[in-house]
């Protein structure tokens, strides 16, 4: 687990931002009269010496950014450890919305626990909590070899953290979101209608699309493909999620990059095991 200094690090590095925006504006504020006094009485150095503060400034929120995103990304690392519980049958899964505060720390489950939650905790909330429908979302890293092979492997690392990191950020602190695969994650939306849930999904997409990849490598840039199932009440909960795994995989066939809603049902003949789907 983090230690609580990485969040108190990052809360002072965000203080500190917010103390040199302040003076940020003063200066710009001062700057701006000193421009309609020039003329009267020629105050160009201390013009010039207000515009190089300025840009000093700017050099220092540009520090600390970088700084807060390195944090961020080494929280959105090591959090990947998190608290499991042993149910009355002996299979592990991780704490429920009613347990360990697994779920509304921002962070995602690790690739172990994301995989014991889909085996066996999403069946025991779904019950436990009466909740009357869920939609899972299977999100894949498009391309994630390529970008080993290219960028270097502690590339691809930074990018799985950082997908992890914009994961648990994007989504409400209340829907479960983890690893599950090599480059597969999974995000779990309780009681959203069907309608909500692929305005969910395209804002998610959208999001993790956007960031600015480059940041990680230059040339980088990161795309992904996702499918996504609303649970059929007629349905076991497995079919719900290996629905969402197929759905994923239409959409890597489809070009990449695009967001593919499920097919109803899954046919009796089709398999039921998790890896046949994502590895």
């Not at 502690?154 to 602190?173: M, N, P, Q, T, W």
Request: hydrophobic letters at 35%.
């Amino acid at each position: 687990m983090e230690p609580a200094g990485g969040n108190y690090k990052t809360e002072r590095l965000q203080l500190r931002k917010q103390q040199i925006q302040e003076q940020w504006v003063l200066l710009n504020r001062k700057l701006s009269g000193l421009e309609l006094e020039r003329i009267r009485e020629n105050r160009y150095e201390e013009i010039f010496r207000l515009d190089q503060q300025i840009a000093g400034l700017k050099e220092q929120w540009q520090t600390l950014e970088n700084e807060i995103q390195s944090i961020e990304e080494h929280i959105a690392v090591s959090s990947l450890d998190c608290v499991k519980v042993i149910d009355s049958e002996n299979h592990a899964y991780p704490a429920g919305l009613n347990g360990y505060n697994v779920f509304n720390t921002g962070r995602a489950l690790d690739r172990k626990s994301g995989n014991e939650f889909l085996e066996y905790g999403i069946e025991k909330e779904f019950k436990e909590n009466k909740f009357n429908t869920f939609t899972i979302a299977m999100i894949d890293i498009d391309d994630l070899t390529q970008i080993n092979n290219i960028f270097g492997q502690h590339i691809g690392d930074k990018v799985i953290a950082r997908f992890c990191l914009l994961l648990s950020k994007e989504i409400s602190a209340i829907f479960p979101v983890g690893r599950c695969g090599d480059d597969t994650f999974f995000a779990l939306f309780w009681g959203l209608a069907e309608n909500k849930s692929r305005q969910q999904c395209e804002v998610l997409m959208r999001k993790l699309q956007n960031f600015n990849w480059s940041k990680l490598s230059k040339k980088l840039w990161v795309t992904s493909s996702i499918g996504f199932s609303v649970h059929n009440q007629m349905e076991p909960v497995r079919d719900t999620i290996i629905r969402a795994a197929q759905a994923m995989l239409t959409a890597k066939e489809k070009g990449k990059n695009k967001l593919e809603e499920a097919s109803e049902h899954l046919s009796p003949s089709e398999s039921r095991h998790f890896r046949d789907y994502y590895s």
